[in-house]
Structures are given as C-alpha cells and as structure tokens.
C-alpha cells in the first residue's frame, strides 16, 4: 500500500509534463490566406473535375463545402506558408480544411468533415485565373 501514495504524485506530473506540450487551437485568420490573391479561382479535384468561385475573402475557403454557413473556426497549425483549420457549423456539420500557399496564384485545398448529415472528403489544385466577374 506504500506504492499508493507515491503513484499519485508520479501520475499528476505525468498529466502536467504533457498536458503543457499541447499547443492550444487559435482564433482568428490563419497567416497563410494573407498570401492568397482576391479574385476568380479555379479549384481542380484529382479527377479533372473543375470549379470557379469568386475569393473577395480567403477565409472563405476554408469552408468551401459549408459556404456562407455560420461557422466557428479553430486554427489548428498556422505559418505563411500553410495552414490547418477545424470548424463547427451548428446543425450544419463539421469540417477540417488543410490549405497550402505555393504562390499567390496557386494553392493546394484538401477539405474533409461532415455537411448536412454526409461525410465529405474532398481535394483542389487552385489557381487564380483573373479578377471576379
């Protein structure tokens, strides 16, 4: 019954050493989209498959599935260069969205989470191809 009591102690700075090793999520705009150009973009999956939208603001593609769906936004990793988002739409689903910046023009998308009760999984070349019409 000794072991017992020194357990205790063991355990908590167990708990503390690697409780305080996890980064915290952040709020607010990743580093990345700052680097993205406004304008139209073509988004190109795996499959050929294309698709234009209209970036006024990059934040928007982070919830390319969940458009204009009031969401809140976790960053998850964030420098210049890339960036990871988690995000909660309530009665909406769920996402995470992962965007790399190769230039201003170009980026990678892979986008994956729950819309309206359907899973989603889902990856884009984007290029910018002009100014919004």
Known sequence: ?????????A????????????????????NALGGIEHGQ????????TTRRVCVANPASLIQIVHGNTQCEHFVMENSERSATVRYTCPSHGHGRTA?????????????????N????S??????????CS
């Not at 019954?1 to 102690?9: A, D, G, S, V, Y």
């Open 1 to 9: 019954m000794i072991f017992k009591p020194l357990m205790r102690p």
């Open 122 to 131: 889902e990856q884009y070349e984007g290029r910018r191809i002009g100014a």
């Open 11 to 30: 355990i908590l700075a167990a708990l503390v050493l690697f409780g305080a090793a996890a980064a915290p999520a952040q709020r607010g705009a990743p």
């Open 117 to 120: 009760g359907a899973p989603f």
């Open 41 to 48: 973009w073509q988004l190109k999956s795996p499959d050929g």
């Open 99 to 115: 965007i790399s910046v190769d230039t201003p023009r170009v980026i990678n998308i892979q986008t994956q989470g729950v819309a």
